[in-house]
């Protein structure tokens, strides 16, 4: 079956990884069983959507390589969700309620305290039209989806049999009273005007979509499949939404995770198969099966993240980081030299800039006490500049025969020196890159 599947983010902030996942799976589903994936951005709340957010959602994801084939906003579709609106009224499935959120919240805690289920109770539906007239006069009513107070059941691809029992749900509000058109319906229209066939989102929607399949059989429509994925949890099993900022794709990039990288953990987190870096975008989407996927909620590290995108780093091919050596201003000659040497010592591409900078200033060395004879030592036994992939070795075959060190107490010094740090590059391909050294 060719899946027509969309990922439907609101403009309303930055997309997270969270977000992402939906998009992978949706995007993944579509792709791979040569259908559609369509890209709605959910803008009907004026106050909170911006165009400088919808037009980040579009950056982000073509960042990660995703193509759309289509791409619609709500705000382009109103006339589309009134005339939906007005057939269930005219069938009597959408209501008109006029109370406050004060008056509801009396309710509610009066349920809550006859140990009831907060459910709405119906009261407008009993308005006559002069009571109804006489309200409409004081305030703009809002409108409520009447659902059937039964069971909704569906066969989801992820959670399998799932089964809602709608008599607890209050009936949605579907029209707020300044007329604007929420998203349940917003939704539902959308996705039977795009034909769409496989709804994929996080299981934060499940009571929504039992919701929505009754309103779409009002609609009178088919119903899509569904599927359901887990929402992701920190490492210790905290919820993740107040450090969704930092996990921002905005931020990812900034700080230089590799879009590829990104792409294949977030499609494989979670699932039977879990991700391995090695693993190519081909092979994700030949692999993809959302009946993998667990129910649980799912554990996200972004230190493996930063893990696979290094792993990630280091195969690329030099055709495919030449460009970055070229803006550094890498003269070509070397270039190959430098990139074999850098690929294995960095996690993210701007990492390159912090080497090639060693590489052509230096740094200034800080020599323990018990090091400066040494260092003394080493320093006129140096070879000169230009170097080449023995220099190392001769380098420090001299020391060891001028000085009493050998192993551990030689090179750690030596590399300290050099670079500052105690670890790092093979000093076999770093030293004859360096330029300057400034013993
Ligand atoms: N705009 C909704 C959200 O971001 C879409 C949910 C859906 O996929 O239907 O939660």
Known sequence: MNYITRFAPSPTGFLHVGNLRTAIFNYVMAKKSGGQFILRLDDTDKVRSTEQFSDQI????????????????????????????????????????????????????????????????????????????RLRSEKHGYWRFKLDQSRVEWQDGILGSVSVD??????????????????????????I????????????????????????????????????????????????????????????????????????????????????????????????????????????????????????????????????????????????????????NISKRSDLHDLWCLCVDGIEPSILAEDRDFIFLCKQLMPGYPRDKNSWIDWTNAIKSESNRSGKSLFLPLRKALTGQSSGPDMKKLFPLMQKIRL
């Open 58 to 133: 579009k950056r982000d994801l073509e960042w990660l390589g995703f193509e759309w084939d289509r791409c619609e906003k709500q705000s382009n579709r109103i006339s589309l969700y009134e005339y939906a609106a007005q057939s269930l009224k005219e069938s009597g499935y959408l209501y008109e309620c006029f109370e406050t959120p004060e008056e509801l919240e009396f309710k509610r805690r009066k349920q809550l305290s006859m140990g009831r289920p907060p459910v709405y109770d119906r009261s407008s539906i009993n308005l006559s039209t002069k009571e109804k007239l």
């Open 166 to 191: 709608s008599g607890s749900v209050s009936d949605p509000v579907l029209i707020r009273a300044d007329g604007q058109f929420l998203y349940t319906l917003a939704s539902v229209v959308d996705d």
């Open 193 to 344: 005007e795009f034909r769409i066939n496989y709804v994929i989102r996080g299981s934060d929607h499940v009571t929504n979509t039992a919701t929505q399949i009754q309103l779409l059989t009002k609609l009178g429509s088919s119903l899509p499949f569904f599927a359901h994925h887990s929402l992701l949890i920190g490492v210790k099993g905290e919820p993740l939404s107040k450090r969704m900022n930092n996990l921002s794709l905005k931020e990812l990039r900034t700080i230089g995770l590799e879009p590829e990288a990104i792409f294949i953990f977030m499609a494989g987190l979670g699932s039977q198969n879990p991700p391995v870096p090695e693993i190519t975008i081909e092979e994700v989407f030949k692999y993809f099966n959302l009946s993998k996927f667990g129910t649980t909620p799912t554990k996200f590290d972004s230190n493996i993240l930063s893990l696979f995108s290094q792993k990630c780093l280091m195969r690329l091919s030099f055709d495919e980081i030449e460009k970055e050596l070229n803006d550094l201003k890498i003269p070509i000659d070397i270039q190959l030299d430098f990139w074999d040497m850098a690929k294995e």
